[in-house]
């Protein structure tokens, strides 16, 4: 393949009209260092992070994570629970509570969620909640306290409202979701919270569980607004 100058580059960027797809191509003729690809080493107009910049999966409570990333900006994160270290804090029963667990920590910058899809299913182990349907949400604070929903408090579903599960006997929840607070992505500050938590609230049967299961995915879509964070 011939050698381009930066204003043939330029030029062949021009004719895509996908601001994502160009900014992928963009990034894919900065980073080649070959002549195969171009002149070598030729920098473009803005600069971009070295590569993708992930968060940190909370691995140690089974929860893995799987990232797609083509421009080091926009990220589709989908996380795994493994259905044995997944699982709820433990639940004492017989009154309300709010609970949660912490998923994904997005990384230090600034960044927007654009929207979110949970395939969770929660399953009882001890017998006692099989037919509790428990509100059931993404936000970016851990829920607590005496509630049986989590409208109370809104980080505790900023990123996909609370929605009642069918049961905690292993039937999925599967909801779409736009961030809460409005129809428009929910920005991340640099100095605001960046974890995501799964939050659930209900009025639990008498017992409750001592640590009921997760399975399924809860899938992420981001980006990363901080270009600085990135280098």
């Known amino acids: 393949m011939a050698n381009f100058t930066p204003a043939q580059i330029e030029q062949y960027l021009a004719g895509f009209s996908n601001a994502q797809q160009k900014r992928g191509l963009e990034h894919l003729f900065q980073e080649q260092d070959t002549t195969d690809f ?15 910049v992930f968060g940190v999966a909370n691995t140690a409570k089974g929860v893995t994570a799987v990232e797609f990333c083509a421009d080091g900006y926009h990220h589709t994160t989908v996380l795994h629970f493994d259905g044995a270290a997944s ?21 230090v910058g600034a960044e927007v969620i654009n929207s979110s899809f949970m395939s969770v299913a929660i399953t009882q182990t001890q017998g006692h909640i099989n037919a509790n349907t428990p509100d059931t949400g993404l936000g970016t604070v851990i829920a607590s306290g005496a509630i049986a929903v989590l409208d109370g408090n809104g980080a505790f579903e900023n990123i996909s409202t609370g929605v009642a599960t069918d049961d905690c006997n292993g039937d999925p929840l599967e909801v779409a979701a736009l961030p809460t607070t409005s129809s428009l992505p929910f920005v991340i500050q640099q100095a605001d919270a960046h974890t995501i938590y799964l939050n659930v609230a209900f009025n639990w049967s008498a017992s409750g569980d001592a640590g009921a299961l997760l399975t399924g995915t809860v899938t992420i879509n981001w980006d990363l607004l901080s270009a600085a964070a990135a280098q």
């Open 87 to 107: 699982k709820l804090p433990a639940i004492a029963g017989g009154a309300n509570l709010g609970v949660g667990l912490l998923l994904y920590t997005l990384p």
């Open 38 to 52: 171009g002149v070598a080493d030729t920098p473009l107009t803005r600069a971009y992070p070295t590569g993708p």
